[in-house]
């Protein structure tokens, strides 16, 4: 099978359990090195990466093309506005003729089916770079920024989610249920996450709750985790943002966590809203190293769908 990198719960334990140690094992070759510098062994060289926008991006973009030039490749950067796919040119279409031109296409989109019907017709590996349902390239880093700090797997470990049941959401409850961490979501009623992903997940014997209390879900976690409570794409509510209130990230919710309890944002925040200044910009709060990880993550992923791994 291809592999595209499409969702967690595909990639599975010993692919993800891969990334992950090649993504700590190539961070620390290349210490003290220029960010330009191509990494020793160059795996991607004379490999290109294609990749395509339907909605904004800074970390994807910049770290996706970093990536492929640290391992000696290439990238082509281009918007779906900009390609006849923004014209209305079928998705498959698109697919065959990026195939036949580039070794991998990530494709960062507003809907999954979009993501989907790209790999089914595509012959190079796909990369979900974010969709409407999943962000797996978000979690694999914010895994790799808790197993840094902390020196251990994740494995084991227990995790807090606050807010909107979105993507990130989404992602991080297939990544429970393949990596063995206990994960609580704390989301209010009418924001759940995906049913269909909960329910697979559980399936899989993850060890995931859905709590209405803030309190509850942060209590005694090695990690908490918020994402910002609008979307890109969707309407300022005042309804939406009066039910999140309740699960705003402060120094007192914090308290409640673990003692070592560390903090992560996807980017970009919105101080006041889903997480104060003083949690964001604290001690516990790792978003600096969260959002370079999603550099050394990129590199794992490409090379593990390219079969370098």
Same mark, same amino acid.
């Given at each position: ?19 992950? *140690? %090649? !993504? ?13 510098? =191509? ?20 970390? /994807?973009?910049? $770290?996706?093309?970093?990536? !492929? ?44 089916? /979009?993501? %989907? ?13 974010? /969709? ?20 251990? &797997? ?16 989404? $992602?991080?409850?297939?990544?429970? $249920? ?9 989301? &209010?009623?009418?924001y759940d996450p995906d049913a269909a992903v909960m329910a697979t997940a559980c399936a899989r014997g993850g060890a995931i709750d859905i709590v209405r209390s803030a309190t509850a879900a942060v209590e005694g976690a090695?990690?908490?985790? /918020? *994402? ?26 914090? !308290? ?11 980017? &970009?925040?919105?101080?006041?809203? %889903?997480?104060?200044?003083? =949690? ?11 959002? %370079? ?17």
């Amino acid at each position: 099978m291809m592999p595209h990198f499409l969702d967690l719960a595909s990639a599975r334990a010993p692919g993800l359990r891969a990334i992950l *140690d %090649e !993504a700590h094992r190539r961070k620390a070759a290349r210490a003290g090195w220029s960010k330009g510098q =191509v990494d020793a062994d160059a795996p991607m060289a004379g490999h290109v990466l294609a990749m395509i926008f339907e909605k904004p991006s800074t970390r /994807t973009r910049f $770290s996706f093309d970093m990536a !492929a030039r640290q391992l000696g490749g290439s990238s082509i950067v281009t918007s779906a506005g900009d390609m006849q796919l923004g014209r209305g040119e079928p998705v498959a279409d698109t697919a065959r003729v990026l195939s036949r031109m580039v070794d991998v296409i990530m494709l960062r989109s507003n809907v999954h089916q /979009t993501l %989907e019907a790209l790999a089914a017709a595509a012959s190079v590996p796909v990369v979900n770079g974010l /969709t409407d349902i999943s962000h797996p390239c978000q979690v694999l880093a914010d895994i790799m920024t808790y197993e840094e700090r902390s020196g251990r &797997p994740v494995a084991g470990s227990c995790w807090s989610y606050l807010g909107d049941g979105n993507n990130m959401a989404n $992602s991080l409850i297939e990544a429970a $249920s393949v990596l063995g961490f206990d994960l609580r979501l704390g989301v &209010p009623h009418g924001y759940d996450p995906d049913a269909a992903v909960m329910a697979t997940a559980c399936a899989r014997g993850g060890a995931i709750d859905i709590v209405r209390s803030a309190t509850a879900a942060v209590e005694g976690a090695d990690v908490v985790v /918020t *994402d910002t409570w609008i979307s890109m794409g969707q309407a300022d509510s005042k309804e939406k943002l009066a039910a999140m209130m309740p699960f705003q990230v402060t120094e007192a919710l914090m !308290a409640k966590a673990g003692p070592e309890a560390l903090f992560l944002h996807c980017l &970009p925040a919105h101080r006041g809203e %889903e997480v104060t200044a003083d =949690v964001i910009d604290g001690p516990r709060s790792l978003i600096w190293d969260e959002a %370079e990880n999603r550099l050394h993550v990129q590199k794992a992923i490409l090379l593990w769908c390219l079969d370098r791994l």
